[in-house]
């Protein structure tokens, strides 16, 4: 949920970031930004601080295990949040390999954490990856348990902000340093650490939070069968195809077998069993027609509302007019958007997250050619200042 669901729009939403960190984005926040930032201040101070408690991966997997993707909860240990919040650090800890023999001092630290020589010159400070042998064992332990691959999320959000900087592109983790990687990475992830509460109305004290690394067996999904349901008073009003800056035609062909599918399950397996009445779901809906779990998350401005808006959500406007749309809907079926057109679609939201691409060649030495044009350039400018 979180920023994950909030801010992947295709242009930046005024939420300027406020992190401490180095690598955060600034954005230039024009004056509509600015009117849309005004309309949503309007929209907040309706969420509690409970509500996004409540949709932490841990509270709510364990009610509805057997319809969701199987998962394992891992605590996280805080020398392991301070090594992930640390922008210092750019060094990916944990090898592949299982720890065998390292020694862990007081701290739970290795003392024969493996370095990374980045240059021979002596007068350069070398960095060390740090290392976390006891729970790298139990991520990896955890990783073999769920057949080898895994999606990795911390307490509510993934790092899907940072695929890109993956070797596969992808979030498909294998070792505890794919995962570290991509959290370290992630804007999302860091959010989840530093602003959980960031749109929530009370002004009592941030409750205290067991931060944990949720690992999900991973599974093909195809974006094309996600669903995300807003559910307000327990009842099921908004289905939006979730993927939505692209047209599925399947979906816009089946419209009122999905929605029908939904709320079927919506009514056996989710109605009055959340811990609150208002809340976001998102679903999948597979091959067969079973209708799966993905995630929860808090109904209110932090969480995307895809082909809705929040007024519409919550004054319940416009939704009525296309309930009766379709003749076939039944009286209480919710309101389904889905893109229409392949003329809508849009860029992908997350492309405002990526470097240039030049950039991550050269970190990651991808392309040798720019590597040697980068070494040439450096040493010509060194020449001319010499001269
Ligand atoms: N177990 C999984 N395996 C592969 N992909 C997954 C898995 N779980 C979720 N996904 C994909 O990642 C997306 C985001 O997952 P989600 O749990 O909702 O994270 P967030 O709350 O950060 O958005 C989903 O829409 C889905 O496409
Ligand atoms: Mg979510």
Redesign the pocket.
Known sequence: ??G??SVPRPTPTGKTPSFPHARRKTWLRTDIESCMLQRRCKLRGRMKKEQVLNCQFSFWYPRFKNQT?RSIVLPLPQNVKDYLLDDGTLVVSGSEDLPTCSQEDDDGNSDEAEDVQWSDDENTTTLMAPEFPEFALKVQEAISALGGS??P?LN???P?DAYWIAMNSS??CQCISDIFLLFKSSD?ITRDFTQPFIHCKDDSPDPSLQYVLVL??????I?GA?FRCFVKENKLIGISQ?DYTQYYEHISKQKEEICRCIQEFFKKHIQYKFFDEDFVV?VYRDSMGRVWI??F?PFGEVTDSLLFTWEEMISGNNLKDEQSEGAAMEQDCPSFRCTNSSLTVQPSPYLSYRLPKDFVDLSTGEDVHKLIDLLKLKRNQQDDEES
């Open positions: 949920m979180r994950a669901d993707i895994v999606f999320k509510w959000s993934a899907r979030l498909k999302f999900r067996k991973w599974c093909e999904l974006p996600e979730r998102d993905i995630d998350n």
